[in-house]
């Protein structure tokens, strides 16, 4: 496993790679589609797990998001992480990309 913490920035530019959305697309919150809302939401929800920095923190790495803004889309992400296995498994595949390895930071974020 990678004991090193991911950046915000590395955590937004593999969750936008894997998702297939512009990186700038997914930081624009003007951007509200679904799928580009989603894959934002799953962006503060990974930077929470992986980082622990606080929403606060966490949006102004961001660019100056509210952190209201970040907590709501991290705990709609969690919602969604505990209640659909398909996203569950998208969300470990983004952290085994980030950590370069299949399943070591993921088993220990999520107790797997």
């Not at 969604?80 to 950590?99: F, K, L, S, T």
Request: aromatic fraction near 4%; include cysteine.
């Amino acid at each position: 496993m990678n004991d090193q913490v991911p950046s915000v920035e590395t955590i937004v530019n593999k969750t936008a790679e894997l998702l297939k959305i512009p990186r700038q697309v997914l930081l624009n919150t003007n951007h509200r589609t679904r799928g580009v809302s989603d894959a934002r939401h799953t962006a503060y929800y990974l930077c929470n797990k992986l980082t622990l920095l606080s929403d606060t923190k966490i949006g102004e790495a961001l660019g100056g998001v509210d952190h209201t803004s970040v907590r709501w889309g991290r705990i709609k992400s969690q919602k969604r992480a505990n209640a659909d296995p398909a996203y569950m498994q998208m969300v470990v595949g983004i952290i085994d990309a980030i950590e370069g390895t299949d399943h070591g930071q993921a088993n220990t974020v999520f107790g797997l």
